[in-house]
């Protein structure tokens, strides 16, 4: 079993539509919790940033994480050609230099 | 501005041929890191520096090597390439352990 599963897609949904992006996790340790979106050819970004559990908002972004049931989620309100990318999930037992990854998920916007 | 630049971008080799993938920020970040993604495997870590002269090995260091002489450079060697090196490679920094990852554009290797 992978330490962090992400369902890889492809994804494709319409503009306007709202999308929920999800990672699993089996180490109940981990305490910081990523959302990095990458372009085609392109490095990743950092998009979003939790700490323990709860629910974080910018614009139109909002990322939940859920310790409990060991499962983090994003989600995009009013989804646009731009949000086009494929979208990693991170998280790591302190906040040093052993980051978990998940595989990432692709994600399509149609206009 | 800069930030993060990885070269080359594209590099073919044939086994046993040995290369190094350069990494340069000019943010002044301590913290840099290597890592791979291959396809369905996310991003795994190869090596790190906490800063000039300070390096550690990450989740799969097995093949590389590398040096961290300066605060702004941190070279990524491979010796005696083989296929399962196949893969784009990801220079990263950030200026605290704590710190936002800075990515580079990534640097796709195949091995033949």
């Known amino acids: 079993q992978k330490e962090v599963e992400q369902d890889p897609g492809p994804l494709s949904v319409p503009e306007g539509a709202i999308v929920s992006l999800n990672c699993t996790y089996s180490?109940?340790?981990?305490?910081?919790f990523m959302w990095y979106r990458q372009y085609s050819r392109k490095g990743p970004e950092l998009l979003m940033y939790?700490?323990?559990?709860g629910n974080k908002e910018d614009g139109r972004f909002t990322a939940q994480v859920d310790k409990s049931s060991k499962y983090i989620s994003l989600f995009i309100r009013d989804s646009q050609p731009s949000d086009s990318a494929t979208y990693l999930c991170a998280m790591s037992v302190d906040n040093n230099n052993d980051m978990r990854f998940g595989a990432g998920t692709r994600l399509t916007v149609k206009p | 501005n800069a930030g993060v630049t990885q070269t080359p971008k594209f590099r073919i080799l044939k086994i046993g041929q040995s290369m190094t993938l350069q990494c340069t920020q000019d943010m002044n970040h301590n913290y840099m890191y290597w890592y791979r993604q291959d396809p369905g495997m996310g991003l795994k870590l190869i090596y790190y520096s906490v800063g000039a002269g300070i390096t550690d090995k990450g989740e799969v260091p097995n093949g590389y090597n590398v040096s961290r002489s300066t605060t702004e450079d941190f070279p990524l060697r491979l010796e005696l390439a083989a296929p399962s090196q196949t893969s784009v490679y990801f220079c990263?920094?950030?200026?605290?352990?704590?710190?936002?990852?800075?990515f580079g554009e990534g640097s796709r290797l195949t091995v033949l």
């Open positions: 939790t700490y323990s559990s």
């Open positions: 990263a920094s950030r200026p605290s352990a704590a710190g936002e990852l800075f």
């Open positions: 180490n109940s340790a981990f305490q910081y």
